[in-house]
């Protein structure tokens, strides 16, 4: 399950980057064993990621409620925007005033006023549409961005959908010359996130069980490889 992987890996790497270092980070680390259990019963994997980032932005003092417009005021309830910085949420008229905005939809504000009264098993009886999930990690990457001012780095990796390799038939001429095969891209990401909770997530695969005896911590590793190579069938030769 490489998407699976991927995106312990996204989450595992967000918590390193906003933990501050030596601190106990208690709500933090709440939030991610939260989003660990909803993963392992089965939620649905857009909607445990919106809410862990949107309340790992919400604890680290980024991104606010959305309840109203912080320069005129006015309530988010009809709709806001992003600013083209993606600093946060504006009201639509403060957006033109400060010369261009993202339009962000009631219901993607919805989706974040939600968030502060209903934990992910509340949101998971009555969730948002696709689309509205799709906006919502849209505009949180955006606001990520502009604080850490550069890209989680396992966002940058997706599974290797490359076509399979087609060999040359047998009935090929023996004249024919040497083949270069095209650059072929090889990826892996692991990741974990413990506290002294850990071992409760331990879980044997091909009876095989890893247990961490750290008190707590976190790692995040994500590589990428790749090898163009020649070559000659051996039916040629």
């Known amino acids: 399950d490489l998407e699976g ?3 312990g890996a996204t989450i595992a790497e967000q918590v390193a980057l906003f933990a501050q270092e030596g601190e106990p980070a208690e709500v933090l ?6 989003t660990v259990e909803a993963l392992e019963a089965g939620r649905d994997r857009d909607l445990v990621a919106r809410y862990f980032e949107s309340w790992l932005l919400r604890t680290a003092g980024i991104f606010p409620p959305p309840v109203e417009c912080p320069s005129c005021g006015r309530d988010f309830a009809g709709g806001a925007a992003l600013l083209a910085s993606g ?3 504006v009201c639509r008229d403060c957006a033109r005033a400060a010369h261009g905005g993202a339009p962000v939809s009631a219901a993607a504000v919805a989706f974040w006023r939600r968030i ?9 009886a009555d969730p948002p549409s696709p689309e509205v999930l ?4 849209s505009a949180i990457g955006r606001i990520r961005r ?5 890209e989680v780095r396992s966002l940058t990796a997706s599974p290797d959908r490359t076509a399979s390799t087609r060999w040359p038939s047998q009935a090929s001429s023996s004249n024919q010359a040497p083949r270069s095969r095209a650059m072929r891209s090889a990826k892996s990401v692991s990741a ?3 506290d002294q909770k850990a071992t409760r997530y331990a879980r044997y695969q091909n009876g095989v069980a890893v247990l961490f005896l750290d008190p707590m911590g976190l790692m995040a590793e994500a590589s990428a490889g ?3 190579f020649r070559y000659v069938p051996a039916d040629w030769v």
Do not use: C, P, S, T
């Not at 680390?29 to 939260?34: K, S, T």
């Open 116 to 124: 502060g009264r209903e934990n992910i098993e509340a949101m998971a």
């Open 87 to 89: 600093e946060g949420l």
């Open 134 to 137: 799709a906006e919502v990690a």
């Open 226 to 228: 790749g090898q163009k």
């Open 192 to 194: 974990v996130a413990m």
């Open 29 to 34: 680390y709440r939030l991610l064993d939260a």
């Open 146 to 150: 502009h604080f850490l001012q550069h």
């Open 5 to 7: 992987i991927l995106l």
